[in-house]
T-cell receptor, first 108, second 114 residues
Framework: AQRVTQPEKLLSVFKGAPVELKCNYS??????LFWYVQYSRQRLQLLLR??SRESIKGFTADLNKGETSFHLKKPFAQEEDSAMYYC??????????FGKGTSLLVTP | SAVISQKPSRDICQRGTSLTIQCQVD?????MFWYRQQPGQSLTLIAT?????????ESGFVIDKFPISRPNLTFSTLTVSNMSPEDSSIYLC???????????FGPGTRLTVT
């Protein structure tokens, strides 16, 4: 079954420090993976999709099929990056399976 | 991209009653989804709602408890029936975008059952 694992419930870093939010997946085939973000009192937003190989708000994520990972990275964290981050993988019916989420706290 | 809205944004309901949540998209979309996010938890898919067909429910969710309507390509409703405190959650609707699998989410409905 398609599954994503986010091992860290909470990640706290200082402003300006690098950030890596971990996501591992279980999928047989070529997965399409996403990162979603939820800022305080805002709706869930699409942050990144691996197929686009884009950089949004300084975040990047590379699919590593050997390690079955899709970690989210940013070289210099900002306070406004504090939010809940979810990794997601589609199931066979086009719906998304979400990881449990990682709460990122960037402190000054 | 399309704008998706939900009503109500929150409600407090008594045990045993029902609540219908409305989800509106400002353009036509093929696939809509309903998720539940229990306190402190991630999102769990309740069902997939495609216009012109019965909703497809995930394991653990049944039509009698969570009836869904999808009367057209811009609108869907989810009813939470015979509510109990365990139904207290945030309920979110989403639609599938024009890309492969990405989805866009409504603001959610925060339901508290007393």
């Amino acid at each position: 079954a398609q599954r994503v694992t986010q091992p860290e419930k909470l990640l706290s870093v200082f402003k300006g420090a690098p950030v890596e939010l971990k996501c591992n997946y279980s999928y047989s085939g070529s997965p399409e993976l996403f990162w979603y973000v939820q800022y305080s009192r805002q709706r869930l937003q699409l942050l990144l999709r691996h197929i686009s190989r884009e950089s949004i708000k300084g975040f990047t994520a590379d699919l590593n099929k050997g390690e079955t990972s899709f970690h989210l990275k940013k070289p210099f964290a900002q306070e406004e990056d504090s939010a809940m981050y979810y990794c997601a993988l589609p199931n066979s019916g086009y719906a998304l399976n979400f990881g449990k989420g990682t709460s990122l706290l960037v402190t000054p | 991209s399309a704008v998706i809205s939900q009503k109500p944004s929150r409600d407090i309901c008594q045990r045993g009653t029902s609540l219908t949540i409305q989800c509106q998209v400002d353009s036509q979309v093929t696939m809509m989804f309903w998720y539940r996010q229990q306190p402190g938890q991630s999102l769990t898919l309740i069902a997939t709602a495609n216009q012109g067909s019965e909703a497809t429910y995930e394991s653990g969710f049944v039509i009698d408890k969570f009836p869904i309507s999808r009367p057209n390509l811009t609108f869907s409703t989810l009813t939470v029936s015979n509510m109990s405190p365990e139904d207290s959650s945030i309920y979110l609707c989403s639609f599938k975008g024009t890309g492969f699998f990405e989805q866009y989410f409504g603001p959610g409905t925060r339901l508290t059952v007393t």
